[in-house]
């Protein structure tokens, strides 16, 4: 199969789109497409806008090389902005565009665009489409819902069942983790001092829109369930179970998985099987207690005296008996295990 110049402008992640870029670099050179009047830094502008106040970029089909050109630059706006939370409403955004568009696309292309951009290994059977384990494990391991769990799988000779809509949910969950991984990449270009009064503005625009995230205090886009507390992992396991949880357990769960980067519209997912879930109220509650609307206002998870009094801690290591807040236990955990991979490298 073929792609066009209209799939390197929907699909960012297929080969096609980074020959494309780099030709275009080539030719029209970095400074003329950074330049203040040019329509590439606008449309990134505006795919940047999109993201923040939609939810979802669409495709600009007006020029596809401007389009195609137009995330590369909306990624290099966003290093300079270095605002955590704008790179996860960026890429959660890219990925509800990616998926919408892949939901329409035959089995046939799904395949070959899985292959051409993640190089996964993908089978097709009747109305299935099968993915190496391996390759399944890499990018479910970052959604939260125990449907995604390999144990709730068919597997057939190390290749994951999934239908046409799972493997579509899949692939743009991959998409979503490469411009997460990209953004921490890409090199700090010089940008001219044009764009530097670009950058500013927006960062005053989103200010008030998508509160800083305080690095010190939480580990964005480090998703380790290895390393969270107990409390937090039986919340998990009991909102996977569908139990019905109290408001403050709904609370501790969302604003801890919230604090290390998760997004609102990521932990809906896991608040769906709730026997009272009303999706636009838990969404509202979501992006309410993350800051995103109303006061404004954070919110990180009550402290683990709190939690006792509430019943909700189960502390049963020993450094629970250090801690005075589960995200302190998390920080220190996963400095601990990236401490033994670290050794284990060395040995
Ligand atoms: S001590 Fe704190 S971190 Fe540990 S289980 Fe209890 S509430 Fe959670």
């Given at each position: 199969m073929i792609f066009s110049k209209l799939d390197a402008a929907t699909y960012p992640f297929i080969s096609l789109a980074s020959r494309l870029v780099k030709e275009l670099e080539e030719s029209l050179g970095l400074n003329a497409i950074l330049s203040p009047d040019s329509e590439v830094l606008r449309r990134s502008v505006e795919r940047i806008r999109e993201a923040v106040y939609s939810r979802a970029t669409s495709v600009y089909k007006r020029d596809l090389e401007v389009e195609v050109l137009s995330h590369p630059v909306a990624l290099i706006l966003i290093k300079h902005m270095n605002n955590k939370r704008l790179v996860n409403v960026y890429a959660e955004a890219e990925k509800n565009r990616v998926l919408a568009n892949l939901l329409k696309e035959s089995q046939e292309k799904l395949a070959t665009l899985a292959i051409d951009g993640f190089n996964w290994h993908v089978k097709r059977e009747g109305d299935f489409l099968f993915v190496r384990f391996d390759d399944y494990l890499k990018t479910s391991v970052n959604m939260l819902d125990a449907y995604w769990k390999l144990v709730n799988r068919r597997l057939v000779k190390g290749y994951v069942e999934l239908s046409r809509r799972d493997f579509s949910r899949l692939l743009a969950e991959a998409y979503r983790t490469r411009i997460l991984e990209k953004v921490n990449q890409v090199e700090d270009v010089q940008v001219p001092s044009t764009l530097k009064s670009v950058i500013e503005e927006l960062e005053r625009e989103f200010q008030g829109v998508l509160p800083k995230v305080d690095v010190s205090a939480t580990y964005v886009g480090e998703y380790v369930p290895s390393a969270f507390p107990a409390c937090i992992l039986k919340l998990l396991e009991e909102a996977e179970q569908g139990k019905n949880l109290s408001h403050m357990a709904r609370f501790t769960l969302a604003t801890f998985l919230l604090s290390i980067g998760k997004t609102p519209e990521e932990l809906l997912d896991l608040f769906r099987?709730?026997?009272?879930?009303d999706e636009s109220k838990t969404l509202y509650h979501l992006r309410h207690i993350a800051g995103e609307i109303g006061s404004r206002k954070k919110y990180t998870p009550p402290s683990c005296a709190t939690l006792r009094t509430f019943g909700l801690c189960v502390a049963n290591d020993e450094l629970c008996q250090k801690v005075k807040h589960p995200l302190t236990y998390y920080s220190k955990k996963l400095k601990s295990l990236k401490r033994g991979e670290l050794g284990k490298r060395a040995k």
């Open positions: 099987k709730m026997p009272d879930f």
